[in-house]
């Protein structure tokens, strides 16, 4: 009888295991698919500042005056008192 009982015990010790084996596996799968997650996400921040750093720069120069005084020359024609305008009548 007790080579029965070992047996039993055996078996239910091996499920045990297969049982722990299985999870523990699933788990490693969701957590490497999680850690791929946080490192897109990560990646993606780093980009979004990477641009919000730039956003920033171009606000600056919009604001400078300079900026301002070259659109309003190439865009809108326009010169400063005193200025001679040429224009190539080749073009």
């Known amino acids: 009888m007790k080579k029965n009982g070992t047996k039993w015990l055996l078996l239910f010790l091996l499920g045990i295991i297969l049982y722990s084996a299985t999870v523990f596996a699933s788990q490693q799968k969701d957590l490497n698919r999680v850690k791929k997650s946080i490192a897109d996400i990560q990646a993606k921040i780093e980009e979004e500042d990477n641009l919000s750093l730039e956003l920033q720069k171009q606000k600056k120069l919009i ?12 865009r809108l ?9 040429f224009v190539d009548i080749n073009e």
């Open 63 to 74: 604001k400078s005056e300079q900026y301002i005084e070259q659109i309003a020359r190439e």
């Open 77 to 85: 024609g326009m010169v400063k008192d005193g200025e001679k305008v």
